[in-house]
């Protein structure tokens, strides 16, 4: 075992022991971005740390309903549902304000199952990144709606008529926040506990929406923090008798909820290299090539990044979501938003993204068709300067409009297939066509109220 592994393992023991902790919550996040876990006895815990436990890899097999896939290659009831090793990762270690006595860890699939975890697959387009001798800074922002309900009343109420916190349209309200200041105040503290932290919260327009910017960090770090941001988040909420949801758009009456991403690269001396003072808009060569790897492979990547079928509800004309792979320098009209500023702040805005991303997924995709469009110096289109929803825009910008069409242009996409390996991308377009096919089997209210009489 390696020295740093052993000191590792030394300090999670003595730190274990300090606090009186005996009993160890472990975390892996699914294919949705859904924290899988349970709970260790300290020992059994420590003996994970050390030499790795096993996890049934259904976890990778079944979807958000815990329904399982039929269309997989890597597990199923032709493999009988084994355990995968899971790997646990002693630097993801946090305290979980309301269980005093219990530490939280986060665990990656090893093994052959690695090939399509969510976490290892962002791993390896970093590593990618870094023999090509950078390094990525990430942050995410979510908009997010909070009910004066409950996961009972919800389900009573067929998830019709909920009431929302606040009533009305209250954007960058300080009368709203100041009547909740316990809610905001309690959420950034949660913030600041589970290191997670959250440099800017306030209320969006419409009823009882919130958004919440994270503090940037290293990639993989920043989606760490988005991922457990939307878990804890929600379990905050709960715990006060709110539900809080961060599907993409859950009422036709108000816009979509976002999860934009905003990346930035640097070299290997720490410098931003983004920033380049004599040319337009500052944009570097580097930078103007890694956003012409964003545009160019976005319509390929669509199904890591709006992976949901809700996804596709928000992306039409006119929600503030974009709806072809357009970019520009502050156009919040684009799917991409260049934001000019010193060698610290140039970054671009990956405004594609819904707040039900999994962070992990989509930072892959962003930063993967990033470091590709360096790599093949992918020259953009034109900055939009206008409005990007009345332009008409090359066939080749043209989003998918439906997950299945998501899926399958990442399963098609040779691009893909070399940023994130093969076995990743078949199995995420397996379970995204599965998603688009348990969908309609349903019968929605709008088929009922269009063709129950008059067809």
Known sequence: MPPTATNEIAATRQLLEQRGIEHVKIGVFDGDGILRGKYLSRDKFLGALEKGLGF?????????????????????????????????????????????R????????????EAVCPRATLRRVLRRAADMGYGVSAAAEFEFFVFSETPDSVRAKDYRDLKPMTPGFFGYSVLRSSVHAELYQDLLDLGRDMRFPIEGLHTETGPGVLEAALV?????????????????????????????????????????QSGH?????QGRDG?????????????????????????????????????TVNSYSRLVPGFWAPTSATWGVENRTTALRVI??????????YRIAAADI????????????GLWGIEHRIEPDPAIAANAYALEHPPERRLPGTLTEA??????????????????VEHHAATREWEDREFRKAITDWELARYFEII
């Open 271 to 307: 410098a931003a290299v983004f920033h380049d003072p004599s040319r337009p808009h500052h944009m570097s060569d580097l930078m103007r090539w890694f956003v012409g790897g964003q545009q160019a492979l976005m319509p390929e990547v669509l199904a890591m990044v709006a992976s």
């Open 56 to 100: 049934c890899d259904v976890v990778l097999g079944w979807d958000s309903n815990d329904q399982l896939f039929d269309n997989v290659k890597y597990t199923g009831w032709h493999t009988a549902y084994p355990d995968a090793p899971l790997r646990v990762l002693p630097g993801t270690c946090r305290d979980i304000p309301f269980e005093p």
């Open 261 to 265: 991403l905003h990346v930035s690269l």
């Open 102 to 113: 219990t530490a939280l860890f986060l665990c990656e699939f090893a093994g052959r199952a």
């Open 358 to 369: 999994h962070p992990h997924l989509a930072l892959a995709a962003a930063i993967g068709s």
């Open 216 to 256: 940037h960090t290293e990639a993989l770090e920043a989606a760490d923090r988005a991922a457990l941001f939307k878990t804890f988040t929600k379990v905050l909420a709960q715990r006060r008798g709110l539900m809080a949801t961060f599907m993409a758009k859950w009422s036709n009456k108000y816009p979509g």
């Open 340 to 349: 000019p500023g010193g060698p610290s702040s140039q970054r671009v805005e």
């Open 407 to 424: 899926a399958a242009r990442l399963a098609g996409s040779r691009a893909a297939r070399a940023l994130f390996g093969d076995e990743f």
